[in-house]
C-alpha cells in the first residue's frame, strides 16, 4: 500500500522522529504539523521528509515513504507544510497522523553552549569528584528551563535524579565522550 506521489524509501540510520501530521490545513494541499520540540529548526532545516503510518488509526500507506517539502512555516502555535505530489485537501487528509522522521544529519548546527535533546540522551552523568550519577534517560521542560532525568539503579532497583540542564549545575557536555560532568552530589 502506497501513498500516491510519495516513493517508498529506506529509513536513513540517523533518522529521528520530529513531529506527526496532524490534518490538512485548507484547501490547497497544505497540512498542519505537531512538532515534538518547541524549536521546530528541524523541518525546517530538511526538504526531506521520511514518513511512517502512525500507530494506530486507519493507514493510508504502509512502510517508509519519502516526501518532497515544497514549504514549511511557522502559523500561530503550529507548523504548516506544502509538498509535492499534495495538491489537495483530500491528498493531505490521507496524510494525518503519519509521523515525521529527519535524518540527524540535516539538523542546524547547533550555537555553542545549546545542543539537541536527542543527543544528550543516554549520556553518563558523573559529578565533579568522578562519582557516577547515572544515564540521560529523557529531558522534561519546565518552562523556563529543561531537566536532565538520570536513571540510576540503587540496590537493584531502578530512580530517577532530576538535574536542572543549567549552567549553575551543569559543567561540561562532551557529546562525543557521552560525558555530562555537574556540580551535584548524590544525595540532592
Known amino acids: 500500500m502506497t501513498f500516491p506521489g510519495l516513493e517508498p524509501a529506506e ?16 484547501i490547497k494541499g497544505w497540512f498542519k504539523v505537531l512538532p515534538h ?3 521546530p529548526e528541524a523541518l525546517f532545516s ?7 503510518p502512525s ?4 493507514k493510508t500507506f504502509s512502510g517508509t515513504v519519502l516526501m518532497r517539502v515544497r514549504e514549511a512555516k511557522e502559523h500561530s502555535d503550529s507548523v504548516v ?3 509535492q505530489d499534495v495538491d489537495d485537501r483530500n491528498a493531505a487528509e490521507s496524510l494525518k497522523g503519519a509521523r515525521i522522521f529527519v535524518p540527524r544529519s540535516s539538523f542546524p548546527t547547533a550555537a555553542a553552549d545549546e545542543y539537541y535533546w536527542v543527543d544528550l ?20 521542560s519546565t518552562g523556563p528551563q529543561t531537566v ?10 531502578p530512580h ?15 557529546v562525543a565522550g557521552k560525558l555530562i560532568t555537574v556540580d551535584w552530589q548524590p544525595d540532592y
Open 11 to 26: 529509513l536513513p540510520a540517523d533518522a529521528i522522529e520530529v513531529g506527526r501530521i496532524l490534518d490538512a490545513w485548507g
Open 55 to 58: 500507530e494506530r488509526g486507519a
Open 46 to 52: 530538511s526538504k526531506r521528509w521520511y514518513l511512517q
Open 121 to 140: 540522551l543516554g549520556l553518563n552523568v558523573v559529578n565533579r569528584e568522578g562519582v557516577a550519577l547515572g544515564q540521560v534517560k529523557d529531558l522534561m
Open 160 to 174: 530517577e535524579r532530576m538535574i536542572p540542564f543549567v549552567s549553575a549545575f551543569i559543567d561540561s557536555v562532551d
Open 148 to 157: 536532565l532525568v538520570v536513571g540510576f539503579e540503587l540496590d537493584g532497583k
Open 81 to 83: 507544510a506544502q509538498a
Open 37 to 39: 520540540s518547541a524549536s
